[in-house]
């Protein structure tokens, strides 16, 4: 579903209920045509349709659309990625196709430390689907994989921020992708595999 507006109840009422007549198609469909599913039922349906994003948090950086066309490896970078955009997101303004991927297939980039860490709040750490990133970006970098490995960051991040008495916002994230590298991740601090 597009063009639902997750801060506006009106709008997901309305795109839930889209979905539901989509889903009973689909089912009328299956059980039509599709040889083994003629005695299939619908068991549940979920109460509301997921909302992917809603609001975009700003932080020291927001990781764009251009740095995954480019690969780019930030020094501070955090987790290698090579996603491709989800098919789900479709935007004409995205010089892609499934044919045309956003990455030149075996490259990847890298996911910023200082996308984890808000402009404006002192000593809160952003990991996962809400760190600070374009909505066509957001496309590659919602994977879980992803998230784990931010999350690790941002509990690096933190412990070292304790340690050293200072605002997350003071961090070195090049500090950061040397503790993550020497816990065992690949690829990122802005060095190829």
Do not use: W
Not at 34 to 57: D, M, Q
Not at 58 to 69: H, R, S, V
Not at 99 to 105: F, G, K, S, T, Y
């Amino acid at each position: 579903m597009t063009g639902i507006d997750g801060t506006d109840s009106d709008s997901v009422l309305k795109g839930t209920n889209e979905a539901r007549g989509r889903v009973l198609q689909l089912a009328r469909f299956c059980t039509e045509v599709l040889p083994g599913f003629e005695n299939s039922r619908i068991a549940s349906i979920g109460p509301s349709v997921g909302i992917r994003e809603t609001r975009r948090l700003e932080g020291m950086y927001q990781l764009t659309y251009t740095d995954i066309a480019k690969a780019t490896k930030f020094e501070d970078g955090i987790v290698a990625c090579d996603n491709p955009l989800d098919e789900v997101f479709r935007d004409e303004d995205i010089p892609h196709s499934s044919h045309e991927p956003a990455l030149v297939r075996g490259q990847y980039y890298t996911i910023p430390f200082r996308a984890l860490v808000p402009r404006h709040v002192d000593n809160l750490l952003f990991a996962g689907r809400n760190l600070s990133v374009d909505d066509k970006a957001f496309a590659s970098v919602r994977g879980m994989p992803q998230c784990m490995l931010m999350g690790q960051a941002a509990g690096v991040g933190a412990a070292l921020a304790v340690r050293d008495g200072c605002a997350v916002q003071g961090l070195d994230g090049g500090l950061i992708a040397d503790r993550l590298i020497s816990q065992g991740v690949r690829g990122i601090g802005g060095v190829s595999l």
